[in-house]
């Protein structure tokens, strides 16, 4: 190919610009060689004339096409040079916003000055596990491409990151290490990647300052090793450092600072506990204000200072420690800041002995202030014949002071390190490394020193080690891919590392130098120029004499001479050390040791170094004594260097090159100068020149073929070996054979022939869109013709119509005027004809008319006088019928007045006669009988009261006259006095009894007026009642009035929420689940692997036979079958432990019982307490007056207690109606819920509060019909007593007026008074039940007040809300009181549930009784009948009916969970009934439950659910074996539930099921549990299932050509080189996901697995397909195009149609799916206009805005013809979407998991219909 076809019109080149380094211009005209110009036109469409050397005849860079630019790796670019380079890192920085990008082995990184979202844990999972060139470049990929490596070639690793200050090497280094330890995180508790990470915030506090380049510019090198074990987790890390910056430490630059460790320390001082540091603010200290300003913008000196201690402190430094180090940083600080003062002579000086920096810094470091203060004016001079102390002048003394500072830091610096390294070490063998180099790069200012001169002989080395990598990776590659290779010429930098490290180099010189006595900076200069004057790498400028340059690879650099002999020396007096060395502070004494600080180190490091090399600490040894040979700085520097080239030599490294865009620290913002300046420096034009040297372009046959296939020929392609098609195309294309070699898989080219490949691409291209566009023209031409003409006979056709039409028309309407004319003169000859007939006529009609009336008047009169005539004769005839008519009706009103007075008189003879009466009386005929029979049954009754009433009276007779006989008997005995004393007692007891009524009275009348009271106080309560029915009546139909619409429009968003609400929970709930599984696999493991097991003191059972309550479900129950009230719940509590217990909700909630129902029983017994003080007031005054009552007062009394009923439950009835009130929404609510949703909790509790309402109205019923008894029976008994005389009336008593005997009276009197107290008594025990209700009553009526006034006060507030925040707050009112109400319901029910299982347990006792009773009367009865019977009798048991029971020994346990569970396959029940050991498991459940066996139950299901737990452990990734106890769990959880004997599960039931269920226990926990249970094994399918799919997804949904021929293939670079790859072919295709999920689908079908569940499953595996893609496609740059868009779409078409043939379309996997449809869409829509950017905002709804944009950036086009999206349609897209509130996360969560629904799914088979087959070795099991 020659230069006049490359550089032809339009070509595009790069000219170089002074201002952007490099210009894009096209060439004007083809370029003849020997021309000496090239005529451009620049972008800006100036045309400049570029001239060209002749004698180099170096021609301008070409342009790489536009379809290359903005490639993932710059080794894809056909033309590799400097100008395509840094354009291509600009259009990713600035149009995509992309930071990263490869540069063959190199990561290149630029520094965004802005916190980008592409660093979080869904973006460490989506590039874990991926190879390196498949995702966008990123710091993940690099560290996962190093942790890969490692695990496959088990080999140590390398990152070696390095860049200029600022260019963001710390946190690149910091994100690494955040990907290893989410990665390979510790596999014990130890947390040893948490340390690894607080590791950085100490390193850089010490070591990191702010400069003019960087706020956080890290002053040293460090090289992390992150050790890995066996299975790649990490045990543990160390850390080596390299030159410390120590002179920042006493002297900062104009706007820099020291190390933040000081100003973090300075804005703590205020706290108590650094009161004795004696700090102030930072301004205050010499050395933290040398740099002006001492503060960041942006940052937080004392917050980042507190989360340094929270590091120091999870590195297991003690807080004494602490305090230690912070001594020692602020006594560096005091020393600054201490004043020397200059003698007169100038050659000494001295420090008051007053000065408080002084003191304080001796006080800190615990040293003599006397001593310190005389050696820092003085110095020792040792001769050999004796010593001599010697003054210091000023300059002596302060640099003195100021290196002994430096000195105190670095040691305290070492220090740091080496306790961090003991924080991070272990004791477990390290099996491999991966180093994360974190070191500067190459640096050149104004003024470069010793320390730049050290980082560039770092730079150096590395750069050489980089090189060689290079080009040792280029070799590896040719050899592996058999081609023939020749040396490649690379820049070998040896020489200028020989001249700084070499025999008499630099370094050698400058040691030599600083061993001279009075050695000099100019005389080491002078000496420099002398001996390496002739080295190419070494100058001398021009005008100094103390400088020197080197040239570097990067660049040269002129270093200034004065101070390197200082540094190189870091020289600290002896006598300063020894006061340092005798400090009482222990930690401040072993600083300064020389020889115990080197030796720890070593011995740490080596023990975690690996096998393959010893890896030493590189921590230069301290210094020695004087007296000693002292290593300088350099050759410390120098050995560590070394050390760590060995190290790195030793492993295979990775290489990140950071770059810093601008030095203002912009966002975003391109400097191209200093871009350039950096990628010189750090190597990266340097491999592109490497590999443009050979072959940089590679491509897979495969790849070519579908790239370049315009090109071939037809007959070529009959041809099926791809291989041989491409060698054939190329010979023909490429005529020169060196531009391109055969490899073994790959094809390689030399630079520039993929552009010219492309070209002619382009061009085949374009001459098919020129012919496609020739005959598209050609034919839209013809059509035009052919239209035109078709057009031009129409119009003739349509014009001469016009014409025929307008003839016939004129013809038409010539016809018509002579049809006209003929008719009109027709109609006027016709209209006079007429005229003259009607006059004639008319004469003719009056003329006739005349004779006629004449006629007419004669009739006329003739007839008139007829009829006066008829008239006449008729009035006769009527007056002589009516004379004649009068006559017979006076006749007939005589006869019948006559007639009428004979019949008046015999009805008065027949109505004084008594049949009369008796006929009038017939209805009363039976009520006298009834009063006849009456009146005889009280004849009858008076009779025997007569005889009993004669035969008392004759008793009482005799007995009177018996006591008159004894009273004269008597009287003749005692006398007339004692008849006075009678009479005297007669009268007092007389008064007595008058004195009785009167009290009675009294009590009468108060008890009437306290009856009164009482019925005010209830016409109060009907009145108040009455209004608050009123009120709530209004509030009702005002609340129905306001939110009838709002509830019809908002009830559907609020069902959706709280849907979302309950599925958010579940999924917590199934989350908890998760987490527990995870812990107990964690906790097997553990036991697995422990050898020794420390026993704790107490009971603890092993996990075997622990109860499946702990053990299995998701979190530690307690059994509320062993646990009935609160004390046994507390007992468990201390039995199982307080963690276990604490996460136990049950407990939780039997204590809060336990609570309410103690402070319930305080208040009890204070309102008793106040009641019995009542009652003893009372009872004092009840005794003062005695009185006594008639029955009248019950019947008040049971009235007033009536009334009190009545109206507590009118008060109930008015809570049940606010309560439904304030249901009115959920009522609403559950009214609007889809048909297919199953009820929730809500609902039940809903269910429970109608139940309880009804019971309620129950109640009610009862007490009115009660209250209806008690009123007739008091109104029967007050009808009764009205009959009775009146007591009170002395002649109402019958025997009033008999005489009484004396006796009698006393008993009489002694009856009355008993009856008197009975009733006294009953009267206070009704009057205290009546107080005790009434308190009650009047209690509960203010606490319904209450309840009242907090409803009014709600009503209020809600009425003032919006509708919605109306709608939320009734929900979560109504929440709260369902809650509460819940909490005493579920109460009640434990109390029941107790109370039914203590009645149990006693029935349990009986029963066995009962049958040892029975057992032994038969045994008995068969012993007699054995010594009965002398010969034996054979018994024949009668055949019964199977009754789905199944019986075994408890010894035959084991065997059937191994038989059955434990040890079956599925493929053994292939043809038996689907979740058969379900059905099996239940009737063994069920003939425990028959024979009342509780420990059976609970040990059947207790291994059950273990066994199973065992068998998912050992098949973990068995789907088959997991699918099958999924549906076996799902059975035996529904045959719980239908066979349980609740209503609710057997609707569904036949009568024959309904005999199966369970009679004695409620296995309603166990349910629970194996709930739970279900949800782990779901979980477990799920995580298979998706470890299965994984691997495909990419592979089948974005790579694989699903249409033939639609995608194109771009360049990609060594983006699949083979160390990235594994060996294999890891591609996969539809067709074998949909195979793989037609899989899963037969086999959870086929085993019987609920149809519900199966939807479930595909559902979230839908949606990991969906994440997976998603996620690639948004970190794959390759990936977004409009060709991938057309794959996805016809892909997921294809998963569509799946769906729908296997009916799975109800899942709502479709739903789940969306986000990678809308992403397919993006990418095939037009992406121009604001037309385009509308369309796309409401197309894409459910992807963020993040996502769309990255699309969008991401966006490639794989051809020319494609357009490319600006960058002000992506502003435009992010303009329309600020409103949107979307998450900030870019990809989606691929681990989220739906929570999954178990729905009661019964089985139409009962239990005896069930076969067992005898495979299954179940033959101990006997049918019951």
Known sequence: MSVSELYSQYTRVWIPDPDEVWRSAELTKDY??????????????????????????????????????????????????????????????????????????????????????????????????????????????????????????????????????????TVSAKYAMRYFATVGGSASDTNIEEKVLASSPIMEAIGNAKTTRNDNSSRFGKYIQIGFDKRYHIIGANMRTYLLEKSRVVFQADDERNYHIFYQLCAAASLPEFKELALTCAEDFFYTSQGGDTGIEGIDDAEDFEKTRQAFTLLGVRESHQINIFKIIASILHLGNVEIQAERDGDSCSVSPQDEHLNNFCRLLGVEHSQMEHWLCHRKLVTTSETYVKPMSLQQVINARNALAKHIYAQLFGWIVEHINKALHTP??????????????????????????????????????????????????????????????????????????????????LDEECKVPKGTDQNWAQKLYDRHSGSQHFQKPRMSNTAFIVVHFADKVEYLSDGFLEKNRDTVYEEQMNILKASKFPLVADLFHDDKDSVPAAATSGKGSSSKINVRSARPPLKASNKEHKKTVGHQFRTSLHLLMETLNATTP?????????????????????????????????????????????????????????????????????????????????????????????????????????KLRADKFRAATIMIQKTVRGWLQKVKYRRLKAAALTLQRFCRGHLARRLAEHLRRTRAAVVFQKQYRMRRARLAYRRTRRAAVIIQAFTRGLFVRRIYQQVLMEHKATILQKHLRGWMARRRFQQLRGAAIVIQCAFRMLKAKQELKALKIEARSAEHLKRLNVGMENKVVQLQRKIDDQNKEFKTLSEQLSAVTSTHTMEVEKLKKELARYQQGHGGDSSLRLQEEVESLRAELQRAHSERKILEDAHTKEKDELKKQVAVLEQENALLKDEKEQLNNQILCQEKDEFAQNSVKENLLMKKELEEERSRYQNLVKEYSRLEQRYDNLRDEMTIIKQTPGHRRNPSNQSSLESDSNYPSISTSEVGDTEDALQ???????????????????????????????????????????????????????????????????????????????????????????????????????????????????????????????????????????????????????????????TSWPNSEKHVDQEDAIEAYHGVCQTNRLLEAQLQAQSREHEEEVGGLQAQVEALKEELDKQQQTFCQTLLLSPEAQVEFGVQQEISRLTNENLDLKELVEKLEKNERKLKKQLKIYMKKVQDLEAAQALAQSERRRHELNRQVTVQRKEKDFQGMLEYHKEDEALLIRNLVTELKPQTLAGAVPCLPAYVLYMCVRHADYINDDLKVHSLLTSTINGIKKVLKKHNEDFEMTSFWLSNTCRLLHCLKQYSGDEGFMTQNTAKQNEHCLKNFDLTEYRQVLSDLSIQIYQQLIKIAEGVLQPMIVSAMLENESIQGLSGVKPTGYRKRSSSMVDGDNSYCLEAVIRQMNSFH????????????????????????????????????????????????????????????????????????????????????????????????????????????????????????????????????????????????????????????????????????????????????NEV
């Open 1642 to 1821: 037969t086999v959870m079908r086929d085993q019987g697995l609920d149809p519900e569940i199966i939807l479930q499953v595909f559902k979230q595996l839908f949606y990991m397909v969906n994440a997976v893609t998603l996620n690639n496609l948004l970190l794959r740059k390759d990936a977004c195009s409009w060709s991938t868009g057309m794959q996805l779409r016809y892909n997921i078409s294809q998963l569509e149609e799946w769906l729908r043939g296997r009916n799975l379309q109800q899942s709502g996997a479709v739903q789940t799916m969306e986000p990678l449809i809308q992403a397919a869409q993006l990418l095939q829509l037009k992406k121009k206009t604001p037309e385009d950017a509308e369309a796309i905002c409401s197309l894409c709804t459910s992807l963020s805005t993040q996502q769309i944009v990255k699309i969008l950036n991401l966006y490639t086009p794989l051809n020319e013809f494609e357009e490319r999206v600006t960058v002000a349609f992506i502003r435009t897209i992010q303009a329309q979407l600020q409103e949107r509130n979307d998450p900030q996360q870019l990809l989606l969560d691929s681990k989220h998991m739906f929570p999954v629904l178990f729905p009661f799914n019964p089985s139409s088979l009962t239990m005896d219909s069930i076969h067992i087959p005898a495979y299954l070795n179940l033959e101990f099991l």
């Open 1132 to 1290: 468990q509590v201390e039995d199982i432990g307080l963690e276990k217990a604490a996460m136990d909700m049950t407990v939780f909630l039997k204590l809060q019982k336990r609570v309410r129902e103690l402070e319930q029983e305080r208040k009890k017994l204070q309102v008793q307490l106040e009641k019995r003080e009542q009652q003893d007031g009372r009872k004092v005054q009840v005794e003062q007056a005695k009185n006594d009552l008639d029955l009248d007062q019950d019947a008040d009394l049971a009235y007033n207690s009536l009334k009190r009923q009545e109206l507590e439950s009118e008060n109930k009835k008015l809570k049940n109606d606010l309560n439904e009130l304030r249901k009115a929404v959920a009522d609403q609510a559950t009214q609007n819920n889809s048909t297919h949703s199953s009820p929730d909790s809500y609902s039940l509790l809903l269910n429970q509060l109608k139940l309880a309402n009804e019971e309620l109205e129950v109640r009610k019923e009862e007490v009115l019909i009660l209250r209806t008894q008690i009123v007739s029976a008091d109104q029967r008994r007050l009808a009764g007593k009205s009959t009775e005389p009146n007591i009170n009336a002395r």
């Open 32 to 169: 003849e060689e020997g021309e000496k110009s090239l005529q451009l036109r620049l972008e800006d469409e100036t045309i400049r004339e570029y001239p060209i050397d002749v004698q180099s005849n170096q021609l301008p860079f070409l342009r790489n096409p536009d379809i290359l630019v903005g490639e993932n790796d710059l080794t894809a670019l056909s033309y590799l040079h400097e100008p395509a380079v840094l354009h291509n890192l600009k259009v990713r920085f600035l149009e995509s916003n992309h930071i990263y990008t490869y540069c063959g082995i190199v990561l290149v990184a630029i520094n965004p000055y802005e916190q980008l979202p592409i660093y979080g844990q869904d973006v460490i999972y989506a590039y874990s596990g991926q190879n390196m060139g498949d995702m966008d470049p990123h710091i993940f990929a690099v560290a996962e491409e190093a942790y890969k490596q490692m695990a496959r070639d088990e080999k140590n690793q390398s990152i070696i990151v390095s860049g200029e200050s600022g260019a963001g090497k």
């Open 428 to 509: 477990l063998k390290q099996h491999s490394f991966i180093g994360v180099l974190d070191i500067y790069g190459f640096e050149t200012f104004e003024v470069n020193s010793f320390e730049q001169f050290c980082i560039n002989y770092a730079n150096e080395k590395l750069q050489q080690q980089f090189n060689s990598h290079v080009f040792k990776l280029e070799q590896e590659e040719y050899m592996k891919e058999q081609i023939p290779w020749t040396l490649i010429d690379f820049y070998d930098n040896q020489p200028c590392i020989d001249l700084i490290e070499a025999k008499l180099g630099i370094l050698d010189l």
């Open 654 to 758: 990775h290489y990140v090159r950071c770059i810093k865009p601008n030095d203002e620290k912009l966002p975003f913002h391109f400097d191209p100068k200093r871009a350039v300046q950096q990628l010189r420096a750090c190597g990266v034009l340097e491999t592109i020149r490497i590999s443009a040297a050979g072959y940089p372009s590679r491509w897979a046959y495969h790849d070519f073929f579908n790239r370049y296939r315009v090109l071939v020929k037809k007959r070529e392609l009959a041809n099926t070996d791809k291989k041989a098609i491409c060698r054939s195309v190329l010979e023909s294309l490429i005529k020169d054979p060196d531009k391109f070699q055969f490899g073994r898989t790959k094809i390689f080219f030399r630079a520039g022939q993929v552009a010219y490949l492309e």
